[in-house]
């Protein structure tokens, strides 16, 4: 029975990834969140209450409370687990749609939030990985993929300008190359580490956005539109979720897969 672990499957993609994954009941799927009762109850409501699947509560930044997880996760699995996909982030809404030069003018807020966005999305997620890895070595698949971003990408960055996100799309980018380095130690034990952007999905960021905010949105989508003239906007969790779990399927070790960063296509075309 393939066991999982997904973090953040309160919501969003994280919720998707729960929802997919449990749909083969010889799957075991335990889904970390910061609230356990609301997301029992989603799960009650939503997937029918599926056994398969198990919540367990903690806050990703807090080390003490996953290195509970990962003994819980233990018990659940018998010692091994074969998927970490850590899926949990700070994506920022205050840096979400000015360019890094106008948020300089709030210095202290800039400070601040960067640093979050270092603390959840590199910091939390390197102990993450550092206190499944001895489950993961156990596993018999031994795969875990960090949910990353085409913004990470110098790339799109300098040739169509993308100037929004600047926090988020750094604190990725060092995310990317913690996952290499782990892949680097780790690949001659048969573990699997990848970085995977699983495109633009709707998760509802834009609901609360300002008039000014969503003006700032509808030039970024132009910029994307100048990269794919395909992209005709934000597409399904459900069709994002279903997407990165094929790349995840068909990388391997032996095809030279480990510590790539990649699209939900597979390779570095991001939209």
């Known amino acids: ?14 919720f998707e990834f729960l929802r997919q994954i449990s749909q083969d009941p010889n799957n075991v799927v335990i889904g970390i969140v910061r609230d356990k009762a609301s997301t029992i109850k989603k799960v009650s409501e939503e997937l029918n209450g599926r056994s398969n699947i198990h919540i367990l509560q903690a806050d990703i930044t807090k080390y003490d409370e996953i290195k509970q997880v990962v003994q819980d996760t233990a018990a659940i699995t018998g010692g091994a687990l074969d998927y970490l996909v850590a899926n949990a982030a700070y994506v920022s809404k205050w840096d979400a749609w000015d360019p890094i030069g106008i948020l300089g003018n709030k210095p202290q807020e800039l400070e601040e939030d960067l640093l979050k966005s270092f603390k959840v999305n590199v910091v939390a997620n390197i102990h993450l990985l550092n206190q499944f890895m001895p489950l993961i070595l156990k596993g018999n698949v031994k795969k875990v993929i960090v ?31 913690a996952v290499a380095k782990f892949s680097a130690q780790y690949r001659k034990h048969g573990v699997l580490l990848m ?6 999905a709707d998760t509802g960021q834009f609901a609360d956005a300002t008039p000014e905010q969503l003006q700032a949105a ?11 003239p395909h992209f005709t906007g934000p597409g399904s969790p459900a069709d994002a979720v279903k ?13 030279g897969d480990g510590g790539s960063f990649v699209s939900h296509y597979g390779n570095k075309q991001w939209l």
């Open 1 to 14: 029975m393939p066991s999982y672990v997904i973090t953040g499957v309160s919501r969003g993609l994280g």
């Open 243 to 255: 997407a990165v779990i094929s790349v995840w399927e068909k990388a391997s070790v032996e095809n």
């Open 147 to 177: 949910l990353s971003t085409g913004n990470a990408d110098l790339d799109p960055i300098r040739l169509f300008e993308t100037d929004n996100g600047a926090g988020y799309a750094m604190s990725k980018a060092a995310m990317n190359v």
């Open 218 to 228: 509808a030039g970024l989508m132009g910029k994307f539109r100048e990269y794919a």
């Open 195 to 200: 970085s995977i952007c699983p495109g633009l």
